[in-house]
């Protein structure tokens, strides 16, 4: 007979090394931390693929949760609750294509199976294959899911009792997953959360990254955070800030390919205005959305625009600082409010320009931050949304919340 005893891990199993600038790990990464905020005792699962003598010792016990380390915990603002079990990925893994050295294949069908599963109670994750194994093993499932995909869901998976809740973050992807076999009384749309970081008022930092960005005090500064890719509107904002010589843009985040390919696509328009900064770290990243007199989300219409997840949206909610957005399909719910100073169609420089001219007219800086955005975001907390999913799983399902000292 198993011992259910030692079952109390929440498993978050991401199958990619970390730390990356990818959305998806940001995503990923927040949802454990505060599946741990909430008490529970949370370990994220990730893969080790460094070449390090210790992961060949530690084939032999893989799974070993131990401290977030500091790495992590200022990449992606971690707190101190959640723990880590990096998974030892030693070559060959990775290195011939074949099922049998593939990462995701020894991650379900050794890693778990004999070495997590003694102390699981629950695994939450966006691997489909993961999610699988773990109910084949008799080990009750979260599954998120953010992007279209045609592959039909297995029946077996999707209608075992031990599938306790799908989680997608848009109407669209949510009835494409229904079309492809998920019950509908399985799947949730629910939106992703803001890092509370993005909420601390940091005057003295924004102050220093105006001075750092600005030529002078009267210059405006506009940012733009998240991925550096065309649909997300990069090349809308190039031609903006075209339009709009006298207004600094700021451009954070991306791969290194990414900001150098833009890099060189500035010098070629001769735009002086717009700075790439590349990836920045979280807890320097809500102080320079702080710093900013406006931020904009010029997201591109077409296929992405239906399903995009407002990740960063909800931090730049949080930081008080006036949003200029485009009308796309997955950020329609929130036109009604007043945390988003203005809206315009997608894929119009022109347009987008008049925006932004009409909102640093009308919304001059505050350091405080405009109330009605801070406001409106509290109820998008990552602790929320946790909470949220976790009450569609069965009581007996959950693991023990740890007692505090």
């Known amino acids: 007979m198993k011992n259910t005893n030692n079952k109390k891990h929440y498993i978050y199993f991401i199958g990619d090394e970390l730390p990356q600038p990818e959305a998806h790990l940001v995503q990923s990464t927040n949802a454990a931390n505060a599946a741990a905020n909430l008490g529970y005792s949370t370990v994220l699962v990730y893969f080790d693929k460094k070449v390090n003598p210790k992961n060949l010792v530690n084939l032999a016990r893989p799974f070993q949760p131990k401290k977030t380390p500091t790495e992590l915990i200022k990449y992606y603002n971690l707190h101190d609750k959640l723990k880590v079990a990096p998974l030892p990925m030693p070559w060959p893994i990775d290195h011939f294509p074949s099922k049998f050295t593939d990462s995701n294949t020894i991650a379900c069908k050794y890693y778990l199976p004999f070495h997590i599963l003694p102390t699981t109670k629950i695994v939450h994750s966006r691997n489909w294959n993961f999610v699988k194994a773990a109910i084949k093993n008799g080990v009750p499932a979260i599954y998120e899911h953010h992007h279209h995909e045609e592959k039909p869901f297995d029946p077996e998976i999707v209608n075992n009792p031990l599938l306790q809740i799908a989680v997608t973050v848009v109407e669209t992807i949510r009835e494409s997953m229904i079309k492809n076999g998920m019950p509908p009384e399985k799947v949730i749309r629910l939106h992703n959360g803001f890092n509370r970081l993005f909420m601390e008022r940091q005057p003295e930092k924004a102050a220093e990254w105006r001075q750092k960005l600005l030529r002078d005090e009267s210059q405006k500064l506009v940012v733009y955070a998240g991925a550096i890719q065309q649909f997300k509107g990069i090349d809308v904002l190039i031609d903006v800030a075209q339009e709009m010589p006298n207004v600094q843009f700021v ?40 710093a900013a007199d406006v931020l904009a989300h010029p997201h591109c219409s077409g296929k992405a625009a239906t399903f995009t997840s407002p990740l960063k949206l909800f931090d730049y909610f949080a930081s008080g600082t006036p949003i200029v957005a485009t009308e796309i399909p997955s950020l329609t719910e929130f036109q009604n409010t007043q945390a988003i100073a203005a809206w315009c169609e997608p894929d119009n420089p022109n347009k987008f ?25 509290k109820q998008f907390s990552w602790e929320n949304r946790a909470a949220k999913i976790l009450s569609y799983v069965d009581e007996s399902l959950l693991p023990p919340l740890q007692k505090t000292t």
Request: charged fraction near 25%; glycine fraction near 6%.
């Open 353 to 377: 320009a008049e925006s932004l001219k009409r909102v640093l007219e009308t919304h001059p800086r505050k350091i405080e931050g405009y109330p009605d955005s801070i406001e409106f975001v």
């Open 251 to 290: 451009c954070a985040g991306g791969k290194p390919i990414e900001v150098e390919h833009y890099q060189q696509l500035i010098q070629e328009k001769q735009v002086h205005n717009i700075k790439f900064l590349g990836y920045i770290l979280h807890h320097e990243l809500a102080s320079l959305l702080q």
